[in-house]
Nanobody, 120 residues
């Protein structure tokens, strides 16, 4: 089970940190990712991290602004969002898979989503 939290209302240019806590399974051995879905649009990849945390992947529009990280001792993955833009407004989902991927079909486990709203 994955539980995402940390969403809310933030002004453009501000920062927000999302958290995703895993329970009930050895998620420390899973790659983790964040996806987002804006209203009326398809869910899209944001960032992923290998189970060791040694390698991360970022969608082009968030490179240099968002950072994915994890703390396996806490079974938690984070998404630090800096310099947010109105275009970042979406429901953000965390997901777990055996291997990191930008394809949502790869992911077996999903959190419930947390809403991020960026005001201009």
């Amino acid at each position: 089970q994955l539980q995402a939290s940390g969403g809310g209302l933030v002004q453009a240019g501000g920062s927000l940190r999302l958290s995703c806590v895993a329970s009930g399974r050895a998620f420390s051995h899973y790659a983790m990712a964040w996806f987002r879905q804006a209203s009326g649009k398809e869910r899209k990849f944001v960032a992923a991290i290998t189970w060791t945390g040694s390698t991360t992947y970022n969608e082009d529009s968030v490179k240099g602004r968002f950072t994915i990280s994890r703390d396996n001792a806490k079974n938690t993955v984070y998404l630090q969002m800096n310099k947010v833009e109105p275009e970042d407004t979406a429901v953000y989902y965390c997901a777990a898979a055996w291997l990191p991927s930008q394809e949502e079909e790869t992911y077996d486990y999903w959190g419930q989503g947390t809403l991020v709203t960026v005001s201009s």
